[in-house]
């Protein structure tokens, strides 16, 4: 009988097999470990430097070297609104009677008004006051009548007509009526504000490319823009009112001309090197 001491150990090889194949599976896992960690730091490091936002608050942090400039522009419109402002005053012993006499007339102004093409959503009442007038016989102040002023404003959207129905519109009320003020103005301003705005960028980018070429330096990420513009009120004029007596031969000559919007803005860039 054989001495089983002497039998081949039939088990060996295939326990061997298996601590070669367990070996072999922590050092592929060991591997594909550093392999994820290898690519997600490569990862990162490509996002963050492809990453706009990241590159730009770099670049326009409180300690980067940075370059303000500062554009203006202009654009002109031709006026195609006409707002006058007239007044129409009257007078009375009593304030019932000065306000019922200076409606009568502010009512043949603003009828005039309409019947010229003035829409009555474009015509309002702006003032209205009421006074009484003192005499001071031996210096004790003493009521002798009342006053009225109705301040009227019409928005004339045919500054070709204008002139005719101001000419009409005085000799309506007589000498109770004054014209106080006209100003010309555009119904949509945006059009020529935006070419201002534009224009003002504009200079504002060639500017700032001119110094950073001089200083050595290339433009980097824009890092503010500001708009620095202010709107543009329409502009008054006194208009002195022809007569009563020569209203019919009064001639009132209107021009609009042109007016000029200017924008500014200001740009901040951070600095390179240049390349």
Sequence with gaps: MPDERDAPDLLEPATAGRGRHRSGRVLLAVAVGLAVVIAGV?????????????SRQASCGPTAPKLSVVGTGQATVTPDTLTVVVQVDAGGSSASVALATDNTEAAGALTTFEAGGVQAKDITTSGLSLQPQYAYPKGIPTVTGYEVNNTVTATLRDISKSGA???AVVGSAGNALQIESIGFSSADPSIAQNQARARAAAQAVTHARALARAAGRSLGPVCSLTDQSQAVEPGFDQLAA??????????????????????????????????
């Design 165 to 167: 129905i101001i000419d």
């Design 42 to 54: 490569a990862l990162g490091l490509t996002v963050s430097r492809s990453d706009p936002v990241s």
């Design 242 to 275: 022809p007569s009563a007596g020569n209203a019919s031969e009064a001639s009132v000559p209107i021009s609009s001309g042109q007016q000029t919007q200017t924008a500014q803005v200001s740009l901040v860039y951070s600095l390179e090197r240049a390349g």
